[in-house]
């Protein structure tokens, strides 16, 4: 059947309960169910480098299923148990699914974002007690290995470490090469360094041990990472079914093709694209140890598509606008049918010029670590209302609650997004359960059941008259650069530790590329003399992630705040959509200026533009269409 509208939906739901679908318990049982229909298919292909006639090696889900079983076999002979963890610190390569999924045969999987620091890696792999660490063998232009080896040394649960070599890709002059070139990485720490392939490869092909019987948490996903101690999600056998049957279900068949240039350490990645294939049989391609950051990936993407013969491609909206500068050209791109954009809202202007450029219809969608990613979807079949993240999946009840009274809201009334579905943890999201205290709200004539609870998502929206879910802001402060997740209170902290600083106050601010940015406001206290560019560089000095550097800082004479001094942080973002949408209308030569900013009931925070020359409508959507926050003209 098609998956046009609610009506789909629910046909889908009435079909059975979703505990009467005839689904398997556990990964390795999806994996065996769909190696057992598909063996000969393709099931996982990965390049090192981005040409489109560079060496890619593929595994058929016969041979991924059996990799697995040799992967579990070799973390339960070292020790894991199916309450032990297994964490990696990878880029993306073969061997890091298969870890991944190997990981939860045998215990608990943890992915870990390698961009992060060795102090936050160390903090995560003590968090969950990991056993095991999974990592990279010293290997030129990446530091990983360097930071697993202090991560490890910060964290003496870790017994072995595991090293990948990616050496095995390459061919040619680069395989002699790299040997001679690699860097030195002298470790402290008292784990056991081995091979990975070594001794996988010694392992056998039929699983030594029984697969779990029952549904439990099989996976480990840390949230942000920025402050000093992670929250880590747990992520249960169900949730991780419960994605994959969404993948063959609505999207894919054995058939199709995904491009997946997004980190294994990511939810969207691993649950989602993974998931999906894992589900449905179809392929999934892995371009470069970085994904879209991989040096060419960009320039190739296109090619990429046209060699592997793409049906769906994964993005974000900041690849999206990169991909936009790189024409498609003589590249066949006939066999691409959808564009599956999420992590970040899709700025309407860049919606319309990419399917414009490459012809392909994109469907944006929702989802979040806590519940196990996915949430909604612009339907396939159906409407596409841009600016919205679709309706809710079949078996996921979504409520929209007024975060003073607690009362579900009308039709498009503004509350917070609250979700029940397979994929919630009822009560226990995180694995330090003060951190789920207020996370849910019980469920109140509730489809699902009268004792479900619902996860708050901390994310501000709305459901239309046809049952589309709109992301109109946030009722949590995270900011939101290009996907990933900072913490504001690393920035606040940090700034609040000069002693020129009396308040400080972080926002995302506005970006056409990353969709926001962090930026901070300061108070001085009383008679303090210090520059905005010395702020700047103390801050730098002292958060510890890049990507969390503020790219512009603000002395202002008082901060906004409430009735009882809490920094009121919707007059710094107000203040930030002004100054962001000023300068990007005067630099485009547009004769137009932000006559205020205010809080429309349906679309967030809007911007009010007046005009100060002679100017059109399609003038100011080009500048500012390029932006997720909406703007209308001035009354």
Known sequence: MTYADVVDRNAIENEQA?????????????????????????????????GPTDKVETFTWSELKDKTTQTANMFRELGIGENDVVAYLLPNANETV??????????????????????????????????????????????????????????????????????????????????????????????????FNVEMDRQPKTLSFADSEVDRVAAYFH???????????????????????????????????????????HVFAA????????????????????GYRGDGVFDNFWKLIERHKATFMITVPTAMSALMQRPVGDADISSLRLAFCGSAPLPLELYRRFEEAAGVTICEGYGLTEATCLVSINPPDGEKRIGSIGIPFPYTDVRIVNV?????????????????????????TYTETAKNADLFYPGVDSPLGADVQYLRTGDLGRIDAEGYLWITGRAKDLIIR?????????????????????????IGQPDAHAGEIPCAYVELVD?????????????????????????????????????????????????????????????????????????????????????????????????LGAFSNPWDWEE
């Open 404 to 428: 003073v009274t607690q009362v579900d809201c009308d039709a498009d009334e503004i509350g917070e997004i609250c979700i029940a579905s397979p994929g919630v943890y009822d009560g226990k």
């Open 98 to 195: 298969l870890t991944y999924l190997g990981g939860q045969v045998a215990g608990i999987v943890n992915p870990i974002n390698p961009l992060l620091e060795a102090e936050q890696i160390g903090a995560i792999l003590r968090e969950t007690g990991a056993k095991v660490l999974v990592t990279l063998r010293s290997f030129p232009k990446t530091d990983v290995a360097q930071k697993a080896a202090k991560a490890v040394a910060l964290a003496p649960n870790v017994q072995t470490v595991l090293e990948v070599d990616l050496l095995r890709y390459l061919t040619g002059v680069k395989k002699l090469i790299v040997p001679l070139i690699r860097p030195k990485n002298p470790v402290t720490h008292s784990a056991k360094v081995m091979n």
């Open 527 to 623: 008679g303090a003399t210090i520059t905005e560019a010395e702020l700047l560089a103390f801050a730098k000095e002292n958060i510890h992630e890049r990507a969390a550097h503020p790219k512009h800082l603000e002395i202002m004479d008082e901060l906004p705040k409430t009735a009882v001094g809490k920094i009121f942080k919707p007059d710094l973002r107000k203040s930030a959509i002004t100054r962001i949408f000023n300068a990007a209308l005067s630099d485009a030569g547009v004769a137009a200026e932000v006559g205020s900013v205010s809080e429309d009931k349906k679309r967030g925070l809007e911007a009010h533009i007046r005009k100060i020359g002679d100017v059109t409508d399609a003038d100011v959507n080009k500048v």
């Open 271 to 290: 649950i989602v694209s993974l998931g999906a294939s894992l589900g449905s049989g179809a392929q999934i391609v892995f371009p470069t140890p970085q």
């Open 223 to 265: 949230t942000g990472g920025t402050t000093g101690m992670p929250k880590v999600a747990q992520h249960r056998y169900s949730g991780i079914i419960y994605n994959a049957w969404l993948g063959d279900r609505l999207l894919f068949t054995e058939h199709d093709v995904q491009m997946c240039p997004l980190p294994m350490f």
């Open 18 to 50: 979703w505990g009467d679908r005839d689904l398997p318990v556990t990964t390795y049982g999806m994996l065996s169910r769909t190696a057992g229909k598909f063996p000969d298919c393709k099931a996982l292909s990965y390049q090192l480098t981005s």
């Open 482 to 506: 290009g996907g990933h997740n900072i913490d504001p209170a690393e920035i606040e902290e940090a700034l609040a530790g000069h002693e020129a600083v009396a308040f400080a106050g972080a």
